[in-house]
C-alpha cells in the first residue's frame, strides 16, 4: 500500500508540471573558399545541432547559403519559422579562407518572437592536427559544438520560453 500511494504521488506531481522544450534553428551563411566549403559547413551545422541536442533542446537547421558580414547583422528569422514553433535561431556566418577547409566563425542567437538578438560571439578557425578528412570534421564539429554550448548557455538563463500559442504558455 505505502508503494502504492508513493507511485500515485510521482505520478500526480510529474502530470502536473509540463516540460516545455526549446526550438532551436541553425542558419548558416558561407563566405569566401572554393571547394569543400559545402561540406564543411555541414559539419559545422551538424556540431552545432548535436551539440543542442545534448543540452535538450530540439534543433533543426536549413541548408547553408551565402551571405556576408552585412548579411549576418542584417539577418531576420523567417516568417515561418514563428509558425514552426521555432524559439530561437543561430545565425551562424563561415568565413573560409583559400589556406584552409576550417573557417573562422561569427555567430548571434536572435529570439524568434520579437526578433532581439540575445547573444553574439566568434569562434577562429581551429587548426586540425592534420589534413585527414577526420581531423577537418572535427575541427568543423567542434566549431559548431562551442557556438551551441555559448548559445545553449544564454537559453538556459532566460528559462522556458513565453509562447504566443493559445495551448502553452511557460
Known amino acids: 500500500m505505502k508503494r502504492l500511494s508513493v507511485a500515485i504521488l510521482l505520478t500526480l506531481a510529474s ?3 509540463p516540460l516545455i ?9 558561407e563566405s569566401g573558399g572554393g571547394t569543400g566549403t ?14 543542442l541536442f545534448l543540452e535538450g533542446f530540439i534543433a533543426t537547421s536549413s541548408r547553408p547559403s551565402p551571405g556576408d ?9 523567417d516568417p515561418g519559422a514563428e509558425e514552426g514553433m521555432v524559439d530561437y535561431v ?9 589556406a584552409s577547409p576550417i573557417p573562422a566563425c561569427s ?13 553574439r560571439g566568434s569562434h577562429p578557425a581551429q587548426v586540425p592536427a592534420s589534413l585527414s578528412d577526420k581531423d577537418i570534421k572535427k575541427a568543423c564539429s567542434n566549431a559548431g559544438s562551442a557556438i551551441s554550448a555559448s548559445c545553449g548557455g544564454v537559453m538556459r538563463g532566460l528559462g522556458a ?6 495551448y502553452e504558455e511557460a
Open 69 to 77: 558580414a552585412e548579411s549576418l547583422a542584417a539577418f531576420v528569422p
Open 38 to 51: 559545402a561540406l564543411s559547413s555541414e559539419r559545422v551545422i551538424d556540431g552545432a545541432m548535436d551539440g
Open 161 to 166: 520560453s513565453r509562447r504566443v500559442y493559445e
Open 90 to 98: 543561430i545565425v551562424i556566418l563561415a568565413e573560409y579562407t583559400a
Open 107 to 119: 555567430y548571434r542567437l536572435v529570439r524568434v518572437r520579437d526578433r532581439a538578438e540575445l547573444a
Open 15 to 17: 502530470a502536473s508540471s
Open 21 to 29: 522544450a526549446q526550438t532551436v534553428e541553425v542558419a548558416l551563411l
